[in-house]
């Protein structure tokens, strides 16, 4: 049997819009309303945020019910819409040293000063599905709200600011100390980038790469496929503020995270040293920062024997929204491209008989 093309015009396609918007918006339960996606969804909105490329938490929230909670489509329309909004400005670098802490951990350390604070985490219980509270939501709902009044009345205050572990670490000249950045930084969005690239632009394009694409390099990395198996010096996860030209402007919810790695001795100094590698990202999303800071760290390294040491492979691959475009468009039409190879492989095989 011949190879058949599908037909279809502008009517089909117009009918497949109108079934989404009826998939999306058609349902007989209630609504999800967006400011129950921003309190309820919290770490999802954060996901598309950081991937999207866009501190927005309402428009990633729009973003999530429109997309019927894929963060793939959900992070496409956010950078999207990003594109098509003028540029008023950069705003001065951020501080997190002035980050008001909710977590702060490090896995380098027991006593850290100021202590570590825990926050909000299932880090520490079983990964169980709670049945229990789902099958009572008033209740827990009650046990909730009093479990953040007996938070409230016996916790001690948090501190304004803490200091950088990895700071301690630098005085005692067991860190290095990183490049100084230079004085114009390139901007990922706006240039077209080489490789290699300068260590902000790499940060650039992790900052906004896919979480799943981010942890798969990184985890290659922890296995031996890069070398790097290092331990958390601190990790945020905070509100910090942001600045045009001095004027506050208000605060945004960021994951700072700082890996120390191994041993090294730089060819210009006579005493081992640590490194170290840094990652932040929009929102809350540690697997996100942890990731980024060991692929962040495993790019440093002279060789490049191993994918995760690749900056080309890392940085093209773990963008989410190009991998996505380039994966859906194999769904559109390509009846010209293939008619040619079947051509081609029947011409083939008749030259063979």
């Given amino acids: 049997m011949g ?3 599908v037909k279809g ?3 089909a396609i117009l009918n497949s819009e109108e079934l989404l918007v009826a998939k999306t918006f058609g349902h007989e339960s209630e609504p999800i309303e967006v400011h129950q996606i921003l309190e309820q969804f919290a770490l999802a909105v954060d996901r598309v945020m950081g991937e999207g490329g866009l501190y927005w938490p309402k428009l990633a929230a729009y973003a999530l019910k429109q997309a019927l909670g894929d963060s793939f489509e959900a992070a496409f329309l956010v950078r999207a819409f990003r594109s098509s909004v003028p540029r008023r400005g950069y705003t001065d670098p951020i501080d997190t040293r002035k980050m008001r802490v909710h977590r702060r951990i490090s896995a380098a350390f027991k006593d850290v000063p100021g202590g570590q604070i825990l926050g909000a985490t299932p880090d520490y219980g079983l990964r169980f599905i709670r049945f229990d509270l789902f099958e009572n939501l008033h209740q827990a709902r009650i046990r909730a709200k009093k479990a953040l009044e007996n938070l409230a009345r016996a916790g001690i205050p948090i501190p304004d600011s803490f200091p950088k572990i990895v700071d301690i670490l630098r005085e ?3 860190l290095v100390s990183p490049p100084s950045a230079p004085r114009i930084l390139t901007d990922i969005t706006m240039e077209t980038v080489s490789i290699p690239t300068s260590r902000s632009a790499r940060l650039q394009f992790l900052a906004r790469g896919e979480t799943g694409g981010l ?7 922890m296995r031996g496929y890069g070398q790097i198996h290092p331990a958390i010096g601190e990790l945020r996860v905070g509100d910090v503020p942001v600045c045009l030209e001095g004027r506050p402007l208000g605060w945004i919810r960021v994951t700072e995270c700082e890996v120390i790695s191994r041993m090294e ?3 210009d100094q006579d005493d081992p040293h640590f490194t170290m590698g840094y990652g932040l990202c929009f929102g809350q999303n540690e ?3 942890i990731s980024m800071a060991v692929l962040d760290r495993t790019m440093q390294m002279d060789v490049c024997e191993t994918p995760a040491q690749d900056q080309e492979f890392v940085l093209l691959h773990t963008d989410g929204i190009e991998a996505m475009g380039f ?3 194999y769904k559109l039409p390509h009846y010209v491209t293939f008619q040619a190879d079947l051509n081609q492989l029947r011409g083939v095989r008749r030259q063979k008989k």
């Fill in 265 to 267: 001795r730089g060819e």
């Fill in 215 to 221: 942890l798969a390099l990184a985890y290659s990395s």
């Fill in 172 to 174: 005692q000249g067991l």
């Fill in 287 to 289: 697997l996100k920062a």
């Fill in 327 to 329: 994966c859906l468009h």
């Fill in 9 to 11: 015009g502008e009517k």
């Fill in 3 to 5: 190879y058949v093309a």
